[in-house]
């Protein structure tokens, strides 16, 4: 019984430190310090987990200790659940990233670590004979919560986050914990199940709230990869409404207008229209990073003979845009579900248009596609005088620039020309809001377009960067060093 509680409590402390993330998330993004912040904090938990468990063992080696111990780790475990939607909504204007997700998780996740971790060293007092067996003790059972964690690695990141709500994988966690529990101390059985009980209400009322709130048009989904809000919004000025997609804390990815699906609802897809000034005539046009499909959705309806490939490599992001944002069947749309880097490397199609959006906000940089090699990989994709259109968000100028610069460098190593756009307002070189860059295997055009709509997207050309950043290269990529001082 002792030894299948250890194995579940280091299952259970990998599968709250992975939905983790997911609870993170829409407040304060995926980035490397949301990363760091969540496994720094947890270590520090287990390691005063274990300290602390090792004290109370031998001052009170009693199986009904440990019970109590693991109980307390459930209701922990449970309380991240309940708590997370007042603590991460202040959290997340506090202004600093970094100290924004040390308190979240200090908050949030460390009160039931520190219980789990002092599991392990409690059982091994308990389950000690002798000195002669100690070691092998200790080790066997330090051993068995460790395969508990690669189990739990496993099922939540191949099946739970997939399959499973975070805040219903949580009380589930809670539920096995107070079974857990019950194996170190059978004795406390009603408390036990008072627990057990109290988590399966929470459980089904958590799920009676999603669904209700489905039927009025706000959906909370765990893809494979990502954790999506979507919900009914208001376009300010006009009124219209939207359906919105969101990712991640500083906006929305993406967004479609009831009334017309296939307009162009967010400001800066609007200047994905540059294609047709730079390549007018264009035929094939790759798309990474799919989200809510919009531009590929308009790109189908107004450009009759143009062959469309959009890259996305989260399927569950693929079925919301079938469900959600009408995405169409279409023999002229190919979507390849696939890391963008990947498909490039292995691709032998050539495109005279691409349009990178694969960068959700500044939280979540892939960095592996914006550096030297894969603009070079870019550039090979694309035919003779064919453009690579990106969006990104920075400032033109100043301290909040320095991804921008450094991007811009990067792909000025590998094509003739790059432009840069502010889609908000260009005379405001310190505003952070989207760019635009676009990359030219040749020289711009010589002649204005008579299309008016096009004529003001020009208008907000920025000058070039002066710049000594260097660009990004595999080996070398700061990417949330220079996106630390942004905000939005």
Known sequence: MLHCCVFLCGAALMIIELTGSRILAPFLGTSLVVWTSLIGIILASL?????????????????RVLGRIVLFAAWATAAIGLSRGWVLPVLQGSGSLHLAAIVATLVLFAPASVLLGMVAPFAVRLQLADTDTAGRTAGSLYALST?????????????????????AILFITAMVLAAAAWLAAPSGRLFQGLSLLVFV???LIGRAQDRRLEQVGFLDRDTPYNRVLV????????????RDLVTDPSGRQSAMYLDNPSELALPYTRFYRLAEYYRPGMRRMLVL???????????????????????????GMIALARSHFALPEDPRLRVIEADARTFLQRTED??????????NSHYAIPFHLVTVEAVGLMRRALNPSGVVLVNLLASPEGVASRFYQALYATFATAFAEVQAYAVHDPADRERWQNLVLAALTGPSPATRPDDPVLQSLLANTLPPPVTTIPPFTDEFAPVDRYLGSLHP
């Open 201 to 203: 209400l929470a459980l």
């Open 231 to 242: 919900y009914t919004g208001k376009e300010e000025g006009t009124g219209r409404l939207t």
């Open 147 to 167: 395969i508990g964690s690669i189990a739990g690695t496993f099922l939540a990141g191949f099946v739970l986050i997939a399959w499973v709500g975070s805040t």
């Open 289 to 315: 990073g799919g989200g809510g499909f919009s531009f590929p959705k308009y790109a189908l309806a107004h450009y009759p003979d143009l062959q469309v490939d959009v890259v996305e490599l989260d399927p």
């Open 47 to 63: 390691s005063l987990g274990a300290w602390w468990g090792g004290i109370l063992a031998d001052r009170r080696p009693s199986a």
């Open 350 to 359: 050539r495109y005279d248009v691409i349009l990178c959006d694969v960068f």
